[in-house]
């Protein structure tokens, strides 16, 4: 099975732009959770769609929203960002289903830096 | 609520054992988790441990969770060059979200 990939890997955007990330899932998972993760702050939970609808929302701003499709494909968007914004951003996907112990599995994640 | 701390840094030279310590606080039963980052990737999932088991070996890897203490380690033995990465530990909470919590994480290096 192909593995989770990320589009795309590295980004360069200047203050008050927008930006879209995707992100494929593996094949049969239907839950796809987004991270941003950064020196200062670790790795921090954004969002989670399943099936094509938000299942659970981190603490971030409005400015960070997402959506799935109904192939389960995924993408985030920052509107207005600014230079905090500058992180690696992870998606990773799952069974799902709500069950425990299911697992995350990785992509590699898209560099975004905000000059 | 759901914390999970790990020291920041760890050192060991090749060949020797390395063990990398995680405490968190929620007494739930959970799921907890070992994931490995090398440089410009993604987190790979090593391992993980449901809260009724007190040990869990695969192959170099050996996880041992203390459910009293709520303290869980990930052992590497006879640790290469090749294992020098960020190592999180997670953990999730069945009937929560089941979004693993995931601590800052843990740098390992390792030295000739």
């Known amino acids: 099975k192909a593995g989770v990939t990320q589009t795309p890997r590295y980004l360069i955007k200047t203050r008050g732009q927008q930006v879209t990330l995707s992100c494929s899932p593996i094949?049969?998972?239907?839950?796809v959770s987004w991270y941003q993760q950064t020196p200062g702050q670790g790795l921090q939970f954004l969002f989670e769609?399943?099936?094509?609808?938000?299942?659970n929302k981190g603490n971030f701003p409005g400015r960070f929203s997402g959506r799935q499709f109904s192939n389960s494909r995924s993408e985030m968007n920052v509107s207005t960002l600014e230079l905090g914004d500058s992180a690696l951003y992870l998606c990773a996907s799952s069974p799902g289903g709500g069950r425990a112990g299911n697992e995350q599995f990785f992509g590699p994640g898209t560099r975004l830096t905000v000059l | 609520g759901e914390d999970v701390e790990q020291s920041l840094f760890l050192s060991v030279r090749e060949g020797d054992s390395s063990v990398i310590n995680c405490t968190y606080t929620?007494?739930?039963?959970?799921?907890l988790y070992w994931y490995k980052q090398e440089p410009g990737a993604g987190l790979q999932l090593l391992t993980y441990?449901?809260?009724?088991?007190d040990m869990k070996q695969d192959q170099r890897l050996t996880v041992l969770l203390n459910k009293k203490d709520k303290h869980l380690s990930l052992r590497i033995a006879d640790t290469q060059t090749g294992d020098s990465a960020i190592y999180f530990c997670a953990e999730s909470i069945p009937g929560g979200s089941y979004i693993p919590t995931f601590g800052r994480g843990t740098s390992l290096i390792v030295h000739p």
């Open positions: 094949s049969g998972h239907r839950s």
């Open positions: 929620d007494s739930s039963s959970t799921y």
């Open positions: 769609y399943f099936s094509e609808t938000q299942r």
């Open positions: 441990i449901f809260s009724n088991m």
